[in-house]
């Protein structure tokens, strides 16, 4: 089993910022990809970015320059900064690892989201 906790979700004004966290614990070898997804009210779960075991990323258009994805491979962690948030990008995020696990099985596992509000 692999457990995947979210945190640093909240509040937070237009044009402020938030530091989001993904802890990835258990039966973990290695993990390869680890990304955030992000999911509105009445929309489908979407991807924000995505960050390789040799750190490329990869950004969704609209975030592009205001979201940075880091990971810090020896936590098993993987972090997002959001800067310059808008309204628009008030939704549930979640993480996601992609998990090589010491049995030899490799699945997805995901987090179960941090809710992020962007109002004035």
């Known amino acids: 089993q692999v457990q995947l906790v979210e945190s640093g979700g909240g509040l937070v004004q237009p044009g402020g910022s938030l530091r989001l966290t993904c802890a990835a614990s258990?039966?973990?070898?290695?993990?390869?990809?680890m990304g955030w997804y992000c999911q509105a009210p009445g929309k489908q779960r979407e991807l924000v970015a995505i960050?390789?075991?040799?750190?490329?990323?990869t950004y969704a258009e609209s975030v592009k320059g205001r979201f940075t994805i880091s990971r810090d491979n020896a936590k098993n962690t993987v972090y997002l900064q959001m800067n310059s948030l808008k309204p628009e990008d008030t939704a549930v995020y979640y993480c996601?690892?992609?998990?090589?696990?010491?049995?030899?099985?490799?699945?997805?596992?995901w987090g179960k989201g941090t809710l992020v509000t962007v109002s004035s």
């Open positions: 960050i390789t075991s040799g750190d490329r990323t």
């Open positions: 996601l690892a992609d998990v090589i696990e010491h049995s030899g099985r490799r699945r997805n596992w």
């Open positions: 258990g039966s973990i070898f290695l993990i390869d990809n």
